[in-house]
């Protein structure tokens, strides 16, 4: 996901105002908190602080963050970001899984879903993977996961993905997820200077069923 909901210069000055949220079936659970979701090599789980400093390791490397918005500069700003992942959670708009490998509870990575409708039926989604994890089949692995609880869980219908053009990899990945390019952003993502061109991509719970 190019570009992250959360802002961290705004986190402590503005209050969220956000509209009522439907009550999707399991809604109620997965705003007090997320579950974990287990594939053959990857489990998702809700978010803890103690992964801040494997995160801040894992997504602040050239290679990952170069098609990104700039994830937070510190273990404190990945702190406060997953503190923010949680009240949105809470506030039903927005849920955020750790990937760690199985076996292991280091956090590698991230996928996230955010509202971009008051009633959740139409979202985005985004994904960030240790440079080291490319290649294994951990993304598909996890992504598989992550769709499946968007679609059934929280009841989205319509999920969006935006990755640059310039963006080989990420491209490939949604394109083999089997999502479909509804077309291209011109100019529509920022990064260090730069504007890049963004292909939209999307997956409907009908096709994923």
């Given amino acids: ?21 439907y009550e999707a079936p399991g809604a109620a659970g997965w705003r007090a908190g997320l579950p974990t979701l287990n594939g053959s090599l990857v489990t998702l789980r809700d978010l803890r602080t103690s992964d801040a400093a494997a995160l801040h390791a894992a997504l602040t490397t050239e290679a990952v963050s170069r098609f990104i918005s700039p994830p937070p500069t510190t273990v404190e ?5 997953i503190a923010w992942t949680h009240r949105q959670r809470e506030a039903g708009q927005y849920v955020c899984f750790a990937v760690v ?7 590698v990575g991230l996928f996230q879903v955010r509202s971009l409708s008051p009633d959740f039926d139409t979202a985005e989604w985004g994904f960030a993977l240790d440079s080291e994890c490319w290649g294994a089949g951990m993304f598909i ?36 997820l089997g999502a479909v390019q509804e ?3 011109r100019n529509s993502f920022l990064r260090k200077g730069r504007y890049f061109d963004q292909a939209l991509w999307t997956i409907l719970r009908s096709d994923w069923r």
């Fill in 1 to 21: 996901m190019e570009r992250m909901p959360y802002q961290q210069e705004r986190d402590d000055k503005v209050a969220f105002a956000l509209p009522a949220v």
């Fill in 141 to 176: 692995d996890g992504a598989r996961l992550a769709l499946d609880f968007a679609f059934d869980a929280i009841g989205v219908r319509r999920l969006e993905a935006r990755a640059a053009l310039a963006n080989g990899r990420g491209n490939g990945a949604l394109r083999k």
């Fill in 183 to 185: 077309g291209v952003l």
């Fill in 77 to 81: 700003g990945f702190e406060r970001f």
């Fill in 101 to 107: 490998r199985r076996g292991s509870d280091i956090a």
